[in-house]
Every structure is written in C-alpha cells, then in structure tokens.
C-alpha cells in the first residue's frame, strides 16, 4: 500500500537492525521447534483500507484464466512436517516464560502494543508472544491472492500472461492495490464471483494449515477490498508463509517466483524483518501490510521468511503505536524483530523442510 507523505523517518538508519536479524538466524529457527507451548494472545480489531480497481475484461490475466478448463481440485503436497529422530534428540529445553517476561519487559518500554509469532521451516509448532496477535490482513494477504491465481492456472496447465506478471511484480513488490484487484478481479471471473473467489483464497489457507481464517466478503462504506479486512491471526499467516516456503501451495517454479517478489520489495518498505535482505547474505522475502483503523490509527505488521530449509524459520511481527502514525508503526516492527534477533537463544536443531 501507499503510506502517507513522511520525511526520512529516524528508524531506517539504525543500520543495527541489519546486522542483528542476520546473525541469530539459526538460532530463532532451532528456537520454535524446542518450544511446546506459546503464550495466550489477545484478539484486537482493526479496520483494512484497499481501493478497489477492476481489471479490465480483456486483460490477460483473467482471459487466461476464463478460457481455460475449469480447475481440479488443488492437491496437497505433502512431505515430512516433523523433525528428524536426530535432530529431535539434540533439542535443548528452553523455558518460553524466560523469553516471555523477556517480551513483556520489551513491549512495556513501546509506544503502543505489539506482537510476534515465529516457527521454524523445518517444522514444530508456532510460537507467540504479546498480546497484539490478531489484526485485518491488509497488504499481507496480497500474496494468498497471488498464490491463489497460480495454484489454479497449474490445474489448467496455464500461466501469467505478461501483464498478470506485471500485476503481480506490481502488488508484491510496490504494494500497488489495484495491481492486486486486477489478480483478485481474475479469480471472480473465473470462479463465479466474490463469493466463490473468497472462498478459493480461504482454501489456500486452509491447505496452509491455517484452519480458522474466513476471507471477508461484506461490503463497506470505505470502498476498500473484502479481502483485504479478514481478520488474520499472526500465527495463521505464520503457516501459511511456512506453507508458501516449503512448496507446499505451488510447483518449485512458481514458489520460486512469488519468494523472488517477495525478496524485491521496494527499499521505502524494508523495514521489520526486511532489513536484513539489504545487508546480509541471508535471503529474506517479506510482505507487510498496513492501514488505518475507523479513527484509531495505523496497523502496521509484516511477514517474513528468513533463510530457507531446514536452517529457515518465519517470522511475523505486529505493531499498533499509540500515535496512531504509520512512522511510529514501522519503526516498531523494526524494533520487534531487533528483540528476536537479540533473545532467541543459539544452539538448538531443527527438523526437516515439509508440509503438515
């Protein structure tokens, strides 16, 4: 999405932001298969704002997807969703109400509330701290869209046209929103509307793994997207970007190409966990989103896959500031994912890459 007009805000220069998310890359993976239980999170509602933009009925992208057979059923990849018995017997305990005080002391010293949730690649469970873990998904249920569009062209043996690539490079990359009406404008015309068009995207996260997430379908005065004012959960999107990362949503091809998106963000939007793509080795691809509440101000929160197999793990962070200000937001998700990188402990295993 576009934010509003802002100077050169003072949290884009902390070049520590960088350098920390880099270096406990391993150890924040290894970190959530040791944990056996997350902490409690509490519902907060917010409010989601997307222009809506029709495609045009001769684009591309939905002649590509009208014309074509109407899709099988999408199958689910599966392969191993645990760890390994090796990797399993060299996991250390680790005591998540250290690291829960440890948030909690964080979050107290923030100006608004915050939240994380955070699961390796490799498999085990998603672990959560704070009490901000629920939020409309704004931006970040672009890519569920995007994802959607390319598991139906695979069943028709079909792909993006030119300009539903430049509908995606555009929604992924810029945060455009009505580049991302145009995806989502495809999936109406060839499932048979919003309804059934909703219901495909809540299928993908349901393949995702995640079980509770409904794709909203009810107008709004504000003229902003359905499906961009879904409630979405910190660990339901946590699943599906696992989900997305593991190839179990596309083919490798097409995983590969919604993660190079996902890795080419605009440099304005590289802040959170998507810092550390700018200054290390370590391949990041991010999705944030954001928009303002009914007169309460800026959500702002963000997705991240850092690394990838069995030493990757997700990361999703949440930020509700108290100014109300996108700023202020940002800034704090920068902040949160500096708190992972600084706390999660080193040393621990991880499983194998798979799907639930």
């Known amino acids: 999405m576009r934010t509003p007009s802002r100077g050169r805000p003072w949290w884009r220069s902390r070049a520590f932001i960088l350098a920390v998310v880099a270096v406990d890359v391993l150890g924040v993976a290894a970190l959530a298969v040791a944990l056996t239980h997350s902490t409690s999170a509490n519902r907060a509602s917010t409010a989601a704002g997307v222009a809506v933009v029709r495609a045009h009925p001769q684009d591309p992208l939905t002649q590509a997807i009208v014309t074509a057979a109407p899709p099988a059923p999408v199958p689910v990849r599966h392969h191993r969703s645990q760890p390994s018995a090796a990797a399993a017997s060299n996991s ?90 145009g995806l989502f404008s495809g999936l109406e015309q060839s499932d048979g509307g919003l309804v059934a068009a909703s219901s495909a995207v809540q299928g993908t996260l349901r393949r995702a793994g995640d079980g509770d997430t409904v794709i909203n379908t009810a107008p709004n005065s504000g003229g902003f997207t359905t499906w961009g004012q879904s409630e ?88 509700k500031p108290s100014d109300g200000a996108f700023s202020t ?28």
């Open 329 to 356: 937001g940002a800034a704090m998700t920068s902040q949160t994912a500096a708190w992972v990188a600084h706390n999660v402990p080193a040393g621990l295993s991880t499983g194998h890459a798979g799907c639930s």
């Open 92 to 181: 250390a305990a680790v005591d998540t109400s250290v690291l829960a005080a440890s948030f909690q002391q964080f979050a107290a010293s923030q100006p608004g509330a915050v939240g994380v949730a955070l699961a390796p690649l490799g498999g085990g469970p998603v672990v959560t701290f704070g009490s901000l873990q629920v939020g409309h998904a704004w931006s970040t249920m672009k890519v569920p869209v995007l994802t959607t569009v390319l598991a139906e062209l695979e069943q028709r043996n079909g792909s993006l046209g030119a300009q539903g690539r430049d509908l995606a490079t555009r929604a992924l990359e810029a945060s455009d929103n009505s580049a991302a009406e």
């Open 232 to 319: 979405w959960s910190a660990t339901g999107e946590v699943r599906f970007y696992r989900a997305l990362a593991n190839g179990c949503l596309l083919s490798a091809q097409d995983t590969g190409y919604v993660l190079d998106l996902m890795r080419n963000v605009e440099s304005d939007q590289r802040w959170g966990a998507g810092s550390a793509g700018i200054a290390s080795s370590v391949p990041v691809a991010f999705k944030g989103g954001w928009g303002p509440e009914d007169g309460a101000g800026y959500l702002v929160r963000q997705s991240a896959i850092v690394g990838s197999g069995d030493q990757g793990f997700v990361l999703h962070v949440m930020a």
